[in-house]
C-alpha cells in the first residue's frame, strides 16, 4: 500500500493478479479502487477515504492462500510489504499484511513479519489531521501559553463604560464617538486622556482646535492632572507623516475631529490607514455629527470602531451623555449603562430613574484622578 502524494491517490501492489474475490471487494462502494493499466496499480483517491481498516483487516488474514499442491498454507501465507509515504513533516512508517489472496498456481514466498510501533493507519489519519492544517485546535496548542493584556484604566468609571478593553498584538483598537456640535465630544476626550495617561503615553491630534489657544489650555487646567501632563504630547498636525509620528511615538492616540483628518487625505479610512496599519496602538476618533444624524467623514468609517460611541445632546448641559451602541468589550449591556460628560460619573439607567438632577451633576471625577 502506498500514498502517493503527487498524485493524491492510495495505490495497491500486488506480486500478481489479485483474486476475483479480492478484485470484486476492492471495487466495492466505499473502497472503489480501479486497475490503472499507466500505472500498473490499483489504485483510488485518498481524499475522504475512511475504510483504510477495513480493508487491512480484510487483506490481513481474512482468507487463507494456496501452496502450488492445493494444500491450505496457514504458517507462512503470502506476505506483501505496504508502505504508506505519510504526509509531509511525518516520519514514515511501514508494516506488513499478510494472507493477500491470489490465483492458486501462485508460489508462496514466506518473508518475516515487521510490526511497528504505531499503527501505519492511526499514523495517516494523525497526520492527515494535523500537519499542514491551521486548524483552532493547532493554533491554541500554539498559544496555550500565551496571555491576553488589558489597558489599565485609572479610573473605575470609565473603565465600566468602556469595559475591558485589550492591547493588541496586531492591529489596533478604535473607539469612535460622535455628537452633535456643542454635546461636549471634546471634553469627553480630555477627560479619556487624562485617564489614560496615567499609566500610558498619549497622543492628541487636537485639528479643531489649535493646541496653543486658550479654548484648548482652558480644558486642560480643568482636565488634566500633573501625571497627565508629562504623558500628554500635543503637537501642530499639518501633514500625514506628523501624524504618523505622533502615533508610533504614543500607546494612545486621540484624534479631533476624523473629518479633519480627512482634509489631508480624502481618503484615509479608519480601518484600513489606522486600525490595520499599527500594531498595539489604542485610537479614540471624533465624528462630528450633523443636525440630521449623518457623519462628517462617512459612516463607513464612523462605524468600524471596536467600540461605537455616541452623545446625546439634552437642553441641559449637564445632562449630556455618552452611550454606546456598540462595544465588543463591554462589561455591561450596552442598553443598561451611559456616561455622563459633566460629572465624569456612569450611571446605570435603572439608579438614573431614582436620582435627582442634582445628583447625576455630582463632581467631576476627572480632576483628580487616584492612582
Not at 124 to 139: D, F, I, P, W, Y
Not at 307 to 327: G, P
Request: aromatic residues 10%; charged residues 25%.
Amino acid at each position: 500500500m502506498h500514498l502517493h502524494k503527487g498524485l493524491n491517490k492510495v495505490q495497491l501492489f500486488f506480486n500478481s493478479k489479485p483474486s476475483e474475490t479480492v478484485r470484486s471487494y476492492l471495487k466495492s462502494t466505499g473502497h472503489s479502487f480501479r486497475w490503472s493499466p499507466k500505472n500498473k496499480v490499483w489504485q483510488r483517491p485518498y481524499k475522504s477515504y475512511a475504510y483504510t481498516d477495513e480493508l487491512i483487516d480484510y487483506l490481513n488474514g481474512n482468507y487463507k492462500s494456496k501452496t502450488l499442491n492445493g494444500a491450505i498454507n496457514t504458517q507462512n501465507p503470502i506476505n506483501k510489504e505496504v508502505f504508506v509515504e505519510p504526509l509531509p513533516g511525518s516520519e514514515i512508517h511501514q508494516e506488513i499484511i499478510n494472507s493477500i489472496p491470489v490465483e492458486s498456481s501462485i508460489p508462496v514466498k514466506p518473508v518475516n513479519t515487521i510490526q511497528s510501533n504505531i499503527s501505519t493507519v492511526e499514523k495517516v489519519k494523525q497526520n492527515c489531521t494535523t500537519s499542514g492544517r491551521n486548524s483552532l485546535a493547532t493554533r491554541r496548542q500554539k498559544m496555550k501559553d500565551r496571555s491576553f493584556e488589558l489597558y489599565d484604566i485609572a479610573d473605575k468609571s470609565m473603565a465600566d463604560f468602556i469595559g475591558d478593553i485589550e492591547i493588541k498584538n496586531k492591529e489596533s483598537l478604535v473607539l469612535t464617538i460622535a455628537g452633535q456640535r456643542g454635546s461636549m465630544k471634546t471634553r469627553f476626550a480630555f477627560q479619556f486622556m487624562n485617564i489614560m495617561a496615567q499609566k500610558y503615553k498619549v497622543g492628541h491630534a487636537s485639528l479643531e482646535e489649535h493646541p496653543e489657544t486658550k479654548l484648548y489650555w482652558d480644558k486642560v487646567d480643568q482636565y488634566i492632572n500633573e501625571t497627565a501632563l508629562n504623558n500628554i504630547d500635543n503637537p501642530e498636525i499639518k501633514n500625514l507623516s506628523q501624524l504618523d509620528k505622533l502615533i508610533k511615538e504614543n500607546d494612545v492616540i486621540v484624534i479631533d475631529s476624523f473629518a479633519k483628518i480627512q482634509e489631508l487625505d480624502s481618503k484615509l479610512q479608519v480601518d484600513t490607514h489606522l486600525r490595520k496599519k499599527y500594531d498595539g496602538k489604542l485610537f479614540l476618533i471624533i465624528f462630528q455629527q450633523t443636525s440630521d444624524g449623518k457623519m462628517r467623514g462617512g459612516a463607513k468609517s464612523g462605524f468600524d470602531g471596536d467600540c461605537i460611541f455616541f452623545v446625546e445632546k439634552k437642553d441641559d448641559y449637564t445632562q449630556n451623555y455618552v452611550r454606546a451602541d456598540k462595544n465588543r468589550y463591554e462589561r455591561y449591556p450596552t442598553n443598561e449603562i451611559i456616561f455622563n460628560i459633566h460629572s465624569g460619573r456612569t450611571i446605570f439607567i435603572k439608579e438614573q430613574e431614582n436620582m435627582a438632577p442634582e445628583e447625576i451633576e455630582g463632581k467631576n471625577n476627572f480632576i483628580d484622578v487616584v492612582v
